[in-house]
């Protein structure tokens, strides 16, 4: 199981589960743990207990094949509108989206900046989403949401040659840190890939081609019964007739590992757009949120989104 990944490097890893999570999470017993640390996971002992990182456990779990681990069981759910007719996906899908930013070990009274969503350059609907005042500790962001789907497949032949270069490049998805992710070249040496690492790397590619690309994150959104903040980030790039498209590559990579029925999907991601992403005005590498006040610990941004009956 330990051969399938790669560890999470020291100066990103947050050990923070203990063994009786990790026990829960990969389904086996301490014995099993042992075999996993004397092949290479990383983990760190206090108070006699031995902690490690989510990413690393939940890595473990997707790449096991045992079936029953909580990542596999996640993964399979969160994936199983791929397998399904894309109609669904092409509709007007309406979300009640709410934020709470919170601002740990804060420093006083000062402006907050959220980087909202921005639907209204792929055909969507925004209201409300007054922007946070002023204040301290915490703040939120309201707002209703209406996303549309279309297939508007990558016209450029340039594009979609880079496109289908990386998804045949072999680089394997993993859960990885969001700091680390923006260290793309370091993800990529590793052999893994995610949402940002992708995105960055392939905004890149599209940009020495000569195209005008940029990777942009946003929330992924509508699976598991909601209440779904998982870092997201597509590529949004200028074809060659003149529209903005975007390429939602590690979706794409995803759907392909976890689904076997997937292709219809696969291929939306590559210059269409669906209705469970909303986008925002943050680049690929940017937090959500930050505080003004001082405090040197980034805002915690928590996203509850609900689809509206």
């Known amino acids: 199981m330990a051969s399938s990944i790669e560890f999470i490097p020291d100066e990103y890893s947050s050990k923070t589960q203990p063994e009786s999570v990790a026990q829960e999470m990969l389904r086996c017993e301490s014995a099993e743990i042992d075999r996993l640390v004397e092949a290479g996971l990383p983990f760190e002992r206090r108070g006699g207990v031995r902690y490690f990182d989510t990413n690393d ?23 199983r509108f791929a ?3 894309v109609d669904d996906l092409l509709r007007e899908k309406t979300w009640d989206f709410r934020v709470q930013l919170e ?26 989403g007054a922007a946070p005042e002023p204040g301290s500790g915490t703040a939120e962001y309201a707002a209703t949401i209406t996303t549309t789907g279309a297939r508007t497949p990558l016209v450029s032949t340039e594009l ?27 993800v990529h040496e590793l052999g893994a890939t995610s949402c940002i690492a992708a995105s960055l790397f392939l905004a ?29 980030a ?3 790039v200028e074809d060659d007739d003149g529209a903005l498209r975007t390429v939602d590559i590690a979706k794409a990579q995803l759907a392909a ?37 001082g405090s040197r610990l980034p805002v915690q941004v928590r996203a509850d989104i609900r689809s509206v009956r």
């Open 57 to 79: 456990l939940y890595n473990l779990g997707m790449y096991s094949n045992k079936g029953n681990t909580q990542p596999e069981l996640a993964f399979r759910m969160l994936f």
């Open 83 to 85: 397998g399904r007719p």
């Open 103 to 128: 601002c740990t070990e804060c420093e006083g009274e000062a402006p907050w900046r959220f980087e909202a969503p921005e639907v209204t350059r792929f055909g969507g609907r925004l209201v409300g």
């Open 160 to 186: 979609r040659r880079l496109t289908h270069d990386y998804l045949d490049a072999g680089y394997r998805w993993q859960m990885i840190p969001v700091a680390m992710q923006a260290d793309y070249q370091l």
């Open 204 to 232: 890149e590619r599209f940009r020495a081609a000569g195209y005008r690309a940029e990777a942009k994150r946003g929330w992924f959104c509508g699976v598991l019964g909601g209440a779904l903040d998982l870092p997201h």
């Open 234 to 236: 597509c590529v949004e």
């Open 257 to 293: 590992r976890l689904n076997s029925n997937t292709r219809d999907f696969q291929e939306l991601c590559l210059g269409s757009i669906y209705n469970k992403v909303i986008p925002s005005t943050a680049s690929g590498n940017a937090s959500f949120g930050s505080h003004e006040c």
